[in-house]
């Protein structure tokens, strides 16, 4: 194991102290800005914590209490394009009922952290802050400049937050032309000495849909040929109930690959979910990446017994992937049928960067350089994030926010879970990667 730069000592010492106290404020996102007034005392925080090392920084409201900071730390080299770290300040509900500790305590208790946003994604919120507050008090200038990003809104779809920015302020990011950021950079333990690091490189497009099927209204006692309900729930069936077809993208084709060489299997392309299941929990999150997908979540209709509603409707989570997006409406089309009309409630992109590149080497080599058993791999992400809105400005995004995660650990079912934790060790070793990465990059 390599030595630890002594100046990252403070940043250590104070991570887990700064993501109990970024926990503690509580900046629940339930869709409504009435309840969003959180965000904004945490980007005052984090502000006040820029602030006591003399890194300046900005806060910018999209509504009130919906607040978003960004700061940029001049890098040695002016003229180099800028490179952005971002990360939301939002989190998703939690009942204190369900969990062993109540959720905005920010506890910490057999070595973790304790709280809700403890991987989504608070824990890279502090790491940043902690690396950043230690250069600035060891004098240390990153090569190129970082833009920093703490924004509101992600986990409703980063209308007020990154959305916001990019749409509004796109000056901020001047220059960026590579961002980093969730969901990536975590280990799967393979064996003692090997553990892959899912480096996120693509997310699926998002596109929720209200289907509407218009019928007779009549007495629910009568013979009827044209209910609304009926129609509609043929369709959302069909829906529900279609496999989309196996799509194997280049990030999943290498993710595919580095499995069967590090589990020494041969995977049978036809049926990749089988082999992925070995992972684990995480298997769920990824194997969501190999087709497109469309799930009902919601149905509205009629307000009595025995009449007969005149229309119906029925909400349904769709995914694409990236480049599928045609085939994915067409397909959809064809399992809607006629007599349900179709429209979207949002829809956004899909997102796909390569693999490779100079960053790319730094990432790589960084987490070789504290983990010697570290491999790292490209995957795609089923669900969606604020690289959505910063690839608009023609950025390369990447989910890295590097934790070494102890082998048993159930990271997938800890975001927007129960019990949501993460270990002090592994945001020590998450600085230690990101203080090599941001210096060499
Ligand atoms: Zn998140």
């Known amino acids: 194991m390599a030595e630890t ?10 991570v887990a102290e700064l993501l109990s106290d970024l926990i503690r404020i509580d900046t629940t996102n339930t869709g409504s800005t009435a309840t969003g007034a959180g965000e904004r005392a945490a980007a005052e925080w984090v502000a006040g914590k820029l602030d006591e090392v003399g890194i300046g920084s900005q806060i910018f409201e999209s509504e ?7 700061a940029r730390i001049p890098g040695a080299d002016r003229s180099r394009p800028a490179l952005l770290v971002h990360g939301h300040l939002d989190v998703v509900p939690a009942d204190p009922a369900e969990w062993s500790v109540h959720p905005f305590s920010g506890e ?17 919120d502090a790491m940043v802050l902690a690396l950043v507050r230690d250069w600035a008090r060891t004098g240390v200038q990153p090569p190129r400049d970082i833009v920093l990003a703490y924004v509101a ?3 409703a779809g980063g209308k007020l937050g990154a959305h916001f920015l990019v749409d509004e302020h796109a ?7 590579e961002a980093i950021s969730e969901v990536g950079g ?3 333990t393979v064996r003692d000495d090997l553990r892959l690091y899912l480096v996120q490189t693509a997310e699926k497009g998002l596109a929720w849909m209200r289907l509407t099927a218009a019928g007779r209204p009549g007495h629910g006692s009568f013979e009827h040929d044209d209910n609304a309900v009926t129609r509609l729930c043929e369709a959302v069936a069909r829906v529900g109930a279609h496999r989309f077809p196996l799509t194997l993208t280049p990030p999943m084709r290498q993710f595919i690959a580095a499995i069967e060489d590090a589990y020494g299997v041969e995977i049978d392309p036809a049926e990749p979910e089988l082999a992925l ?11 969501a990446a190999l087709r497109n997908t469309a799930n009902p979540t919601m149905l509205d209709a009629g307000y009595k017994a025995n009449v007969i509603p005149g229309s119906a409707s029925a909400t349904v989570d769709g995914r694409f992937l990236y480049g599928q997006e045609e085939e994915f409406e067409r397909q959809l089309a064809a399992l809607i049928g006629e007599g349900v009309q179709r429209e979207w409630l949002v829809h956004d992109q899909a997102v796909e960067t390569t693999f490779d590149g100079a960053l790319v080497d730094s990432m790589v080599a960084a987490l070789k350089a504290e983990d010697d058993g570290a491999r790292p791999v490209p995957f795609t992400m089923s669900g969606g994030t604020d690289a959505k809105s910063f690839q608009r400005l023609g950025m390369r995004c990447f989910g890295f926010s590097p934790l070494r995660l102890p082998p048993d650990l159930d990271f997938a079912s800890l975001f ?12 020590r070793f998450g600085i230690r990667v990101l203080d090599r990465f941001l210096r060499a990059s």
Do not use: N
Not at 5 to 14: D, N, S, W
Not at 113 to 124: C, E, F, H, L, N
Not at 171 to 177: A, I, M, N, V
């Open 5 to 14: 730069p002594a100046p990252l000592a403070g940043a250590q010492a104070e």
């Open 64 to 70: 009130r209490g919906r607040a978003s900071l960004v």
């Open 108 to 124: 910490e208790r057999d070595g973790y952290i304790w709280g809700r946003g403890a991987v989504d994604m608070k824990d890279m």
């Open 153 to 155: 809104d992600e986990e």
């Open 171 to 177: 000056d901020l990011f001047e220059g960026c032309t």
């Open 186 to 188: 975590f280990s799967i």
């Open 277 to 287: 299941a070995r992972l684990g929990s995480i298997s769920r999150m990824i194997g």
């Open 416 to 427: 927007h879970g129960i019990d949501e934790r993460v270990p002090v060790e592994s945001l």
